[in-house]
C-alpha cells in the first residue's frame, strides 16, 4: 500500500508539547478536539501512530485518509 497522509482527530484539546509524541504530524488543538495531519505514512507508520494515541489515554473520533490529488 502506497504512503498517504491522514487526518486523525481526536477529543480533547492537546497542546503543542505533544506534537513531539507524534513525530511525521502536526498538531492542530480546536475547541473541544485536536486534529493530527500526517506526512505521507505507510501503515505501520499510521498503526504506530494509533498505538500512541491509545497509550495516551487519548479517544480516537475519526481517521480519514486523504483524497489522492489527481
Do not use: C
Not at 480533547?12 to 486534529?35: K, N, Q
Amino acid at each position: 500500500m502506497e504512503p498517504a497522509n491522514y487526518t486523525i482527530v481526536v477529543r480533547g484539546r492537546l497542546s503543542e508539547r505533544f506534537a513531539l509524541a507524534f513525530p511525521g504530524a502536526s498538531v492542530e488543538p480546536a475547541e473541544g478536539h485536536t486534529r493530527l495531519v500526517t506526512e505521507p505514512f505507510d501503515q505501520s507508520q499510521l498503526h504506530g501512530l494509533l498505538d500512541r494515541l491509545r497509550a495516551f489515554g487519548l479517544e480516537l473520533v475519526s481517521v480519514q485518509k486523504k483524497a489522492d490529488p489527481a
